[in-house]
Each structure stands twice: as structure tokens, then as C-alpha cells.
């Protein structure tokens, strides 16, 4: 059997799918559903197993400040480090968004070269961005599912996740330390962002 190159996957859905648009709408998601977040919230345990929301929201923040970094062509690994939030999470969290937004907002950033040194080497922009995608498609779900608030996106963003979940490589990889996405929860049920979010590890009938 062929296997898909998930990188080529990332590369064509920039191609066919104005992905631009989608990862925006994935990280305003995110922004809205943060923005109610009060400081007794942040110890509520999430679908990813080892975060409370706490953990969740500094990890997130620190991959949005990792990857606008990287977009703009800095490969300095601090970027990327992990800092306990201050008095404002939602307003923390939505600045960091807001500024990889920006970068990936620039001209000519889909075929540009991005440092991406917590993943290993340098992609094109098309792939990093598919990366981040995909990655707050998944957040935006634990995030509603933390909080006890729904999440919808429009059926061409669900499509597009959906591409990019189902060439994600699986095996050993999905078990080793530090993995963004765990094993495939088998999964029958008709939601297209169940579908996604079973497909890179997450239960769909996960509950608070």
C-alpha cells in the first residue's frame, strides 16, 4: 500500500483550499473560546492528558510565539520555551495568537523556508502553516471540551483538518514522549470534527 507524505498533503490542500483562511478561523476559534477564561478555570483537567488548562494555554501561546518566529526566519530554540501565565490568560493568550496570525498574514509566506526547530528542520510556510492548522483545529476542541462550550467550524475547515489528520504517520511515533497527537481512538460516529479529533488521539466522548 502507498502511503501519503503528509508533507505533500500540506503542500497540495495550500494549493486547492485557501488554508489561510481556514488557520484563521481555527485560531479565532480559539481566541473566542479563551476569552472567558477565569483563573479558577486554569486547574481544570483537559482531554490532553497530561495539561490542565493552564498547561494547555502556556503550551499554545508558546507554539504560536514558536512558529511566528519562525515564519519571519528565526531559529533560536528560546523562542519556543514554556512560561507560566501572568494576571491576564485570556489576554495573553490572544496577543500570541493575534502575532502568529500577523506572520502568516505576510506576502510570499507559503513558500518560504520556516525554521521549525522544535519539529526537526526547515519546511516550506505552506507546511508549517498546515502544522499550526490542523494543530488548533484539535485545541479548539479540547479547549470546548475543557470549558463545557461548543465549537463549530464551517464544513470546508472540518474538510481541510480532516485531510491532514488522515496522512498524520501513526504507530510508535503517536506513543513517544512528547507527541502532539496519540493513538487513533477508533471512532463511528458521523461528526466530521469527532472524526478529526479521533484521528490524532483525542476520546470524542471525553467529558470534564
Known sequence: MTMTNPLDTCDALATRTDLLAHHRAALRTTVELVAGVRA????????????????????????????AAAVRGDADP??????????????????????VLAAFAEPGVLARRVPLVEFGGEFSGAQALCFHFVDYVVHAWDLARTL????????????????????VPGGAARTAPGSPFGPEV?????????????????DPEWRR
Open 40 to 67: 479558577a478555570d486554569l486547574r481544570l483537567p483537559t482531554p490532553c492528558a497530561d495539561w490542565t488548562l493552564h498547561g494547555l494555554l502556556t503550551h499554545s501561546i508558546a507554539q504560536h510565539l514558536g512558529f
Open 78 to 99: 528560546a523562542v519556543w520555551k514554556v512560561r507560566p501565565l501572568g494576571g491576564d490568560p485570556a489576554g495573553e493568550y490572544a496577543a500570541a495568537a493575534e502575532a
Open 148 to 167: 463545557g462550550l461548543p465549537v463549530r467550524f464551517d464544513a470546508p475547515v472540518v474538510a481541510a483538518a480532516h485531510e491532514v489528520a488522515a496522512v
Open 186 to 202: 477508533e471512532w463511528s460516529g458521523t461528526d466530521q470534527l469527532d472524526r478529526v479529533v479521533a484521528l490524532l488521539g483525542r
